[in-house]
């Protein structure tokens, strides 16, 4: 792994202070506490399309699809981002991406989210053996 650069200290920053937004915040909260779909059909009845519950979904998966869009990209060190929020971005949404992908007819949909989680969960493993599956129990 590269070292860490002060333009990454300084863009981890700023993803830090747009998660502070009240908005964010409040749909950050709404999140891990009430998203926890298996399947497409659960996610839609959970957070049908033009609700506020949608809303909230769709920030928070698409910051966090932004935000490993730069790991991805190479723009921002992988390793300052394991970030315990992301990852249970994550988990909520891998259950059903796949089925998801199909039903948009879009193979690409929310692959940065997939890349850079199981990135996530690679480092994990291999910093923390055992703690995954602690932390999945936790979040589930």
């Not at 300052?80 to 891998?94: A, D, Q, Y």
């Not at 929310?110 to 999945?136: C, D, M, Q, V, Y």
Request: aromatic letters at 12%; charged letters at 25%.
């Amino acid at each position: 792994m590269t070292q860490a650069t002060y333009d990454d200290a300084n863009l981890l920053l700023k993803l830090y202070e747009l998660r502070r937004e009240d908005k964010m915040r409040e749909a950050r909260a709404w999140f891990v506490s009430n998203f926890k779909p298996k399947t497409v059909d659960e996610m839609l009845k959970l957070c049908p399309p033009g609700s506020p519950e949608n809303a909230r979904m769709r920030q928070v998966i698409t910051y966090w699809d932004m935000a490993a869009s730069f790991v991805n990209m190479g723009v921002l060190n992988p390793e300052i981002v394991n970030n315990r929020e992301f990852l249970v971005v994550w988990l909520r949404v891998r259950p059903y991406l796949a089925e998801l992908r199909e039903k948009y007819g879009d193979a690409q949909y929310f692959k940065h989210l997939e890349t850079a989680g199981n990135l996530n969960i690679e480092f994990l493993n291999r910093t923390s053996p055992g703690a995954l599956e602690a932390f999945a129990k936790r979040v589930a």
